[in-house]
């Protein structure tokens, strides 16, 4: 395995005579630029809005509000809980990710296809939608424990519902990512340590496993900030279980307090930030390169049947609880009136087309554009941050890092706060959606060229610089097609969280412009499940079309030039 180097080790010379080197690069220097200034704009500044709205009250500084929610033991309970709830739903779910991802790329079990879809399955719908399928499984009036287990006052509400819900419907998160790990590790390395008589377990524990490392602490921490900055498992199903994001949302939507609403909110960025110093930490003391540009060659590996059935029987009890969860909205979408009338009806599908049609169409507009610009200034941050140095570089790696911490919630307030005056009036446009997409999914983007860049050598990209080719040139013909998986990871994940996003994007919408999701979740606090469920079904049909054309797109990527 070649031992490289990070960056960040450069020497003082070194570094000097990369600045002299971009200098020569006008092109770099103008994207550099544009990338400062973009992540400025969207990512710092609305956040500098927030604080000015906290510490200004009526044209006077006034910090009397930070000492009532810090003296206030609700805020800390809510606090405690969120934490906690983020561990517990981060650790289980990379873990479950780990394991599917390992069963697929690794193993010889069959059905690997069918399981890969069900894996993705839990991230094509909004991640409360689950919450739904929970209180109707396994609820006081649930098909499963009132209906086959005849338990009376059975309750799903709190912690324990609260991370059942978040894992099934985060896992496909660490699992995508992980998957793009596993799937660029050059095999032969692992069949090396097997030709010198190691044991599949030793090679496994010293050679494959830690290689995916930087994949499962970036998995943890993409679950963990999801985790507590949802809502809308936690305003469905949290019940006593208070958490920072339910109580933030509750202050703004409910109570209309801006300033105690954004405060509890941007407390979230503290676990958030120190989730990710750690997950860096770690990182950066390894070395991950196993492409290097020398050719690849691996022979097929003996099958090991018990290992087999054991990763097949895991994949499978998943596989049917995901099914189980979701053919429960499929069946609610089918029948008249939920738990009145259980007749089989079209009734919500008519409602949804002729009524939704406007939320159906200005979603697909919104995230069919949102999705690759999302991807692409992802793999242009993480190579800059991965590949060049430069004057500014500190602050696009802690801009871009905002997008990793901040909550939805608190995204949406700085956009309306920062873009409703001139010269940026950009409240209620598509314009506004488009960049608050963008930004809040950024991350994916990141974190995937991120964990992408590391395995490839630097030297590949240094052979064409040395040929003559700028780093425009090597970076669209040379690192882009290295990365393709991780740029089919961020453009799935992308457009799913685009057409299934809520909480940034609940204060942000307008007449003109709707979304899915919220109304979705409108039909949901009107008790309307029925047509709820129908719009959740159509969502999912959308998204899992949009797949096939982004594959097919993404494993095209750099193939008219290798043909010729």
Not at 75 to 80: L, T, Y
Not at 214 to 227: C, M, N, Q
Request: proline share 3%; net charge positive.
């Amino acid at each position: 395995m070649t031992q490289i180097g990070d960056i960040s080790e450069l020497t003082a010379k070194e570094k000097k005579n990369e600045r002299r080197a971009l200098l020569r690069q006008p092109m770099l220097i103008v994207i550099v630029i544009t990338v400062a200034v973009f992540l400025f704009l969207f990512s710092v500044y609305p956040l500098l809005k927030i604080f000015e709205k906290i510490i200004w009250d009526r044209n006077s500084f006034d910090l009397s509000i930070l000492i009532k929610i810090f003296t206030n033991n609700d805020f800390w309970r809510a606090f405690r809980n969120s934490i906690f709830l983020g561990i517990l739903s981060a650790t289980i779910s990379t873990v479950v990710g780990f394991i599917f991802a390992f069963g697929i790329v690794r193993t010889n079990m069959p059905c690997k296809r069918f399981f890969n879809v069900m894996a993705i399955l839990p991230i094509i719908a909004p991640p409360f939608v689950m919450s739904l399928a929970m209180i109707l499984l396994f609820g006081k009036i649930g098909i499963i424990t009132r209906d086959l287990l005849h338990i009376k006052n059975a309750n799903v509400y709190g912690l324990q519902g609260l991370v059942v819900v978040q894992s099934l419907a985060f896992f496909p998160l660490a699992y995508l990512n992980i998957k793009g790990v596993l799937e660029s590790i050059n095999r032969s390395v692992e069949d090396a340590g097997e030709s010198l008589g190691a044991s599949k377990w030793r090679v496994f524990s010293t050679v494959t496993f830690p290689l995916c490392i930087p994949a499962i602490f970036s998995s943890f921490l993409l679950v963990f900030i999801k985790s507590i900055s949802d809502f809308g498992n936690p305003q469905l199903l949290g019940g006593d279980y208070a958490t920072l994001s339910s109580e933030a949302y509750l202050q703004i939507n409910g109570l209309y307090d801006t300033r105690t609403g954004s405060l509890i909110a941007i407390s979230i960025l503290l676990p958030s930030v120190i989730a990710f110093i750690i997950e860096r930490y770690w990182i950066n003391k390894k070395s991950f390169i196993t492409v290097s540009g020398k050719p690849q060659n691996s022979t097929d590996r003996p099958r090991v049947v018990g290992l087999d059935i054991v990763f097949f029987i895991f994949c499978m009890l998943l596989t049917f609880i995901v099914l189980l969860f979701y053919s429960t909205v499929v069946r609610i979408s089918l029948v008249k009136t939920w738990g009145v009338d259980n007749t089989i009806s079209l009734n919500n599908y008519r409602f949804v087309f002729s009524r939704g049609k406007n939320y159906i169409q200005d979603s697909f507009i919104l995230a069919l554009i949102a999705t690759p610009l999302t991807a692409f200034t992802g793999m242009i941050i993480s190579y800059l941050v991965i590949r060049k140095n430069f004057i500014g570089k500190r602050f696009i790696e802690f801009a871009s890092m905002l997008t990793f911490a901040v909550p939805g919630i608190v995204l949406g307030i700085g956009y309306i706060i920062a873009f409703n005056k001139p010269p940026l009036l950009l409240t209620g446009t598509a314009t506004i959606l488009i960049l608050a997409l963008m930004f809040r999914n950024m991350s994916i983007g990141i974190e995937a060229g991120t964990n992408g860049l590391r395995q490839i050598d630097p030297s590949i990209e240094e052979a064409s610089t040395v040929q003559g080719a700028s780093t425009t040139y090597t970076f669209w013909h040379i690192t882009l097609p290295l990365i393709k998986s991780a740029i089919y990871t961020t453009m799935v994940n992308a457009f799913v969280r685009s057409m299934t996003s809520i909480s940034a994007v609940i204060f942000l919408v307008s007449v003109y412009w709707n979304l899915l999701t919220v109304m979705i979740m409108s039909e949901v606090e009107n008790s309307r499940l029925g047509a709820a469920a129908a719009y959740c079904v159509v969502l999912m049909g959308i998204v899992l079309v949009a797949f096939a054309g982004m594959q097919y797109t993404v494993n095209h990527i750099g193939k008219r030039k290798g043909e010729k």
